[in-house]
């Protein structure tokens, strides 16, 4: 078993950062990858895919948020960071962190991210 919980949303400015935490506990060592997906309102019904660290430190971005986004691992502290850069309107939205492991889907409860002047 494995749990799941995100923090660090919040309001900002367009053009404006933030750092969204997947902290991790449970058995932490079987986990493979850790993802970020959202919803936003380009996507109200299914959450798209953001970003993913394996366990070696692979990292993996979509096209949306290449260049702008950076995610990055804490094995010590058994946390994931996403350093979201040059914010816009569009990535308003709610922040997941998941893994799978097996047939077993994790996901955390969410962290809402709102982008507005």
């Known amino acids: 078993q494995v749990q799941l919980a995100e923090s660090g949303g919040g309001l900002v400015q367009p053009g404006g950062s933030l750092r969204l935490s997947c902290a991790a506990s449970?058995?932490?060592?079987?986990?493979?990858?850790i993802d970020w997906f959202r919803r936003t309102a380009t996507h109200q019904h299914e959450r798209e895919w953001a970003a993913q660290i394996t366990a070696r430190g692979t990292t993996f971005y979509a096209d949306t948020v290449q260049g702008r986004f950076t995610i990055s691992r804490n094995d010590l502290q058994n946390t994931v960071t996403l350093q979201m850069n040059n914010l816009k309107p569009d990535d308003t939205g709610v922040y997941y962190c998941n893994t799978r492991i097996s047939h077993s889907n994790y996901w955390g409860q969410g962290t809402q991210v709102n982008v507005s002047s």
């Open positions: 449970g058995n932490t060592s079987s986990i493979p990858y």
